[in-house]
């Protein structure tokens, strides 16, 4: 099983900033992508920012030149940096990995894909 941990959120005012971190840990043979999303009251779960192994980023319109997502492939980390925070982006930041993980077959070590989330993390941008 992989497990994944987040931290940094909080409640900031309208224009402040806050960083959130979430690292892997746990059976891992290699993560692919890593990333954020995000779910508001009464509303679904939405993709923030993604990151692949190689560095490719993809970020929802929203967030576009206020957040930035970046990881350490060493570390197993994922940080999702948050600028000019607007009322809106109140959510629950949940952290989410896939890649492969090692697995007991019988007595045999076996490769096995695996996706995971995160508890969440609150994030309350108000004055």
């Known amino acids: 099983q992989v497990q994944l941990v987040e931290s940094g959120g909080g409640l900031v005012q309208p224009g402040g900033s806050l960083r959130l971190s979430c690292a892997a840990s746990g059976s891992i043979f290699s993560i692919n992508a890593m990333g954020w999303y995000r779910q508001a009251p009464g509303k679904q779960r939405e993709l923030v920012a993604t990151i692949t192994s190689g560095g490719t980023t993809n970020y929802a319109d929203s967030v576009k030149g206020r957040f930035t997502i970046s990881r350490d492939n060493a570390k197993n980390t994922v940080d999702l940096q948050m600028n000019s925070l607007k009322s809106e982006d109140t959510a629950v930041y949940y952290c989410?990995?896939?890649?492969?993980?090692?697995?007991?077959?019988?007595?045999?070590?076996?490769?096995?894909?695996?996706?995971?989330w995160g508890q969440g993390t609150q994030v309350t941008v108000s004055s």
């Open positions: 989410n990995a896939d890649g492969l993980q090692w697995q007991w077959l019988g007595i045999t070590r076996v490769r096995a894909n695996f996706g995971s």
